[in-house]
């Protein structure tokens, strides 16, 4: 008789969640259900430990709140009233819905709506394009996330992971530039830590005192979405004291004399008006950076989040190679390494599909699409949605929720659970979860390749959602190979076996393993840029990039390029104000003075996670924080609820009265859910594109705070 020690299997697992840390997992079960979760122990950034969001990963697959079967819509939109249904009634509906519609107005009537929530390559990012490609639907250009940041880097040395993050171990200064590591990229934050203990100097620029801030050696609070002005600040300090590495300069990089013209102007003096840091310490700041080989900066994707918040990447992004901090191994410069890994979206993606002058509509102005805001010649009359939860994570969400209520709107949504998107659907279809599906997670925070096995089956009826546009696509007749291959043969299309940085490495390898490293050399050999070869078009870092227009690059895209009409770019990195403050928007700030950012939940994932009554204890009720100063001024004493608000909408949360943030900043993270809140904080962020990219601003609006 087997004793239960033998009954319990372990397969490797990857998080599938988009999370920079891509976690390495082991997935425990019993009879065939998922028993337990836990880290893998030989991952060299896993090393053995989850987040406290994942920890009990099989909570979340055996949540009584799960979807478990398809549903249609019996009440009014939003009322969660909805009555079981089978696959091919949804099915069926579906194709008759989309059919009718694409004989009335067209293909282009048809919006799909989707985003990272699973970061697999075949249930996140497959399927779904490739088939509303061929279907000639809208494109839904997604530019939630670091789009502004990529376009940036792009322009700056091109697609280059940088430096790998585990080669921080050997930094001697480190700089977490608006990255809340503590919360958001944790198994980077272990080395940081390692490093620290180690004797380096870790430097934390945040506007406010996050959990990393509070860890850091030095904390750096410029005001929201003037990082611009510190990084043109440093680079003045650097060049004035002849702290420039000039020989890594005269070699491998090009503008340098316009930068340094540029940068005549940026005084410490200059900077500490618009930033709020006492010139002395950017003095010391760049003169410390310059001089503490290996030098390392974090770039957090929260940098991009304000009109200029672009320009301010490409500043920081030349920092390293003024200083030739690219020369060291743990020098340089970290985005998302993302850009060495050998993914074919192109295979994925299928944007070969999209007709010629197929419209785009951006996730950001969702609601503004849906109300008919947007000039577009075919107005949207259907949604599908997967992988997102535009209500709680799009901007304007007043506007997303009188779009999803329009009655001509047939909206289906793909879902774990009901949430403040999927209340609104016509028809529900329920989705596999982790351990219920191949695949492997692609991973923008490291090196590693994942494997994830499909080691329990999905409960009720829930189907992955390769499966779910399998099924879509075989009812609609669709011929191409992508829609008929299994999740294993993806996965076999999908990743360029053959590139040199998968040498030795192939599927057989991963199911066995779990994770690979890629062959791009160790965190304790790899210096990439020592001699430049940066992959741009001059082989060199670009301070100065002639005759550049706008362009959306994401790792995780379509080729949008072409989409676009491409305003001309400065050609120098730049401090750009801000929209929404106090000096560039006097009118505005005189009704809604305070800056308010909504950085990451440390309980929640996005508003995945943020249904779970065990992870809102971790992350206490949505709250608000707020100056003692700013709080006296307007009655407001800790732990009472407040109302948010602007003219785009308003949310209640419990004050939280700190010095953790300077006067004129407020402070609320994302994630909560609205069906649990009175409003959330998209309500009042602005759907305004940033300066490149398309990107978002979440961190450049404007508020005001008052007793509920
Ligand atoms: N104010 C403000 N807004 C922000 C940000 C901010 O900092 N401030 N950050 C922005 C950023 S960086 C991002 S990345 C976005 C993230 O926003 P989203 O990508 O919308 O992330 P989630 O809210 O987690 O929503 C993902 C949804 O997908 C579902 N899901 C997960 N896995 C699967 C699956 O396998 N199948 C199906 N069908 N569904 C699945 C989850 O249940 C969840 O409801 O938010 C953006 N919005
Ligand atoms: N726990 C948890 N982890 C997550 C996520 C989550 O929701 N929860 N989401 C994942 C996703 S999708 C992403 S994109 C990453 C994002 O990870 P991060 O880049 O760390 O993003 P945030 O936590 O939003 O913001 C980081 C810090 O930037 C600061 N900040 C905001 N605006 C500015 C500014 O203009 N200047 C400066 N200097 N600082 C500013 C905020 O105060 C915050 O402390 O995290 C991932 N990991
Ligand atoms: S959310 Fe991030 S830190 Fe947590 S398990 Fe997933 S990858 Fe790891
Ligand atoms: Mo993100």
């Not at 079960?29 to 060299?44: A, Q, R, W």
């Not at 050997?170 to 490093?195: M, Q, Y």
């Not at 611009?228 to 000039?246: P, S």
């Not at 695949?439 to 499966?467: F, R």
Request: proline share 6%; net charge negative; charged share 20%.
């Amino acid at each position: 008789m087997n004793n239960v020690a033998e009954v319990i299997q372990t397969f490797h697992g990857g998080c599938p969640h988009d999370c920079p840390d891509t976690c390495s997992m082991q997935f425990h079960v019993k009879n065939g259900e998922l028993i337990s979760v836990s880290g893998n122990p030989d991952h060299p950034m896993t090393r053995g430990g989850l987040c406290v969001k994942l920890k009990d990963y099989e909570k979340r697959h055996y949540h009584p709140d799960r979807l478990l079967y398809p549903m249609k819509r019996v009440g009014p939109k939003g009322t969660k009233q909805f009555e079981r249904i089978s696959w091919d009634e949804a099915l069926d509906t579906i194709v008759d819905r989309w059919q009718a519609l694409i004989k009335a107005d067209g293909p282009r009537a048809i919006l799909p709506v989707s985003y990272l929530g699973n970061q697999g390559l075949v249930h996140g990012l497959n399927g779904g394009d490739a088939f509303f490609n061929r279907l000639g639907a809208t494109v839904c250009e997604r530019t939630f996330c670091g789009e502004g940041s990529c376009t940036a880097w792009l322009l700056t040395v091109g697609p280059t992971a940088g430096v790998d993050p585990e080669s921080f171990i050997h930094a001697n200064f480190i700089v977490i530039w608006a990255c809340n590591s503590v919360s958001t990229n944790l198994h980077h934050w272990h080395i940081i830590k390692e490093a620290q203990k180690r004797g380096a100097k870790v430097v934390v620029v945040d506007s406010f005192a996050s959990k990393t801030a509070k860890e850091a050696d030095w904390h750096i609070a410029p005001k929201p979405g003037t990082d611009g002005a510190l990084a043109m600040a440093m680079m003045n300090v650097i060049i004035e004291e002849g702290l420039v590495d000039q020989d890594y300069v005269d070699q491998y990089t090009v503008g340098y004399s316009e930068l340094a013209e540029r940068a005549k102007a940026c005084t410490p003096e200059w900077a500490a008006d618009i930033t709020g840091v006492p010139a002395e310490q950017i003095r010391l700041f760049a003169r410390e950076y310059a001089t503490t080989p290996p030098a390392a900066i974090r770039i957090g994707v929260a940098l991009e989040r304000s009109y200029g918040g672009s320009q301010a990447i490409r500043a920081v992004t030349s920092l390293p190679a003024l200083i030739g901090a690219w020369r060291h191994v743990g020098g340089g410069a970290l985005q998302f390494p993302v850009w060495e890994h050998p993914y074919k979206f192109d295979v994925i993606c299928r944007p070969d599909l999209i007709p010629e002058g197929t419209p785009v509509v951006n996730i950001l102005q969702l609601g503004r699409a849906l109300l008919g805001e947007t000039p577009l010649a075919v107005p949207i009359k259907s949604i599908m949605v997967w992988n997102t939860n535009p209500v709680t994570q799009s901007p304007e969400t007043d506007k997303v929720i009188e779009g999803l209520k329009r009655e001509d709107l047939f909206t289906v949504v793909a879902e774990h659970f009901i949430s403040d998107t999927a209340a609104y659907a016509d028809i529900l279809l329920p989705a596999a979860m982790g351990a219920e599906q191949e695949d492997m997670i692609l991973s923008w925070g490291h090196l590693y390749l994942t494997y994830n096995t499909k080691c329990i089956d999905p409960p009720g009826e829930a189907l992955a959602n390769n499966e779910i546009f399998r099924r879509l696509a075989q009812r609609l007749g669709f011929e191409e190979d992508n829609f008929k291959w299994s999740d294993s043969e993806c996965l076999q299309h999908y990743v360029d076996w053959d590139a040199a940085a998968c040498k030795g490495i192939d599927l057989n390898y991963m199911r066995e393993h779990g994770f690979a490293r890629l062959n791009v050399g160790t965190k304790d050999d790899r210096a990439p840029h020592r001699q430049g070869n940066f992959p741009t078009p001059t082989g060199k870092c670009m301070f100065m990039v002639e005759g550049a227009k706008n362009f959306v690059a994401g790792p995780f895209r379509q080729m949008y390029e072409g989409f676009q009409p491409g305003e001309d770019l400065d050609p120098l990195p730049a401090y750009v104000p801000s929209r929404e403050t106090v000096e560039s928007n006097g009118a505005l700030a005189a009704r809604f003075p305070l800056n308010i950012i909504s950085p990451k939940s440390h309980g929640f994932i996005n508003s995945s996670y943020a249904n779970m009554a065990s992870k809102i204890r971790v992350q206490g009720e949505q709250y608000l924080m707020i100056n003692p100063l700013d709080a006296l001024a307007r009655n407001i004493e800790d732990g009472v609820m407040v109302k948010t608000y602007n003219d785009r909408g308003a949310f209640e949360a419990v004050a939280r009265v700190t010095t953790d943030v300077n006067p004129g900043i407020v402070v609320a993270t994302l994630g909560y859910w609205r069906q649990l809140n009175k409003g959330t904080v998209n309500c009042i962020s602005s759907a305004e594109y940033g300066d490149m990219g398309h990107s978002n601003t979440f961190s450049d609006n404007l508020v005001e705070v008052a007793l509920v």
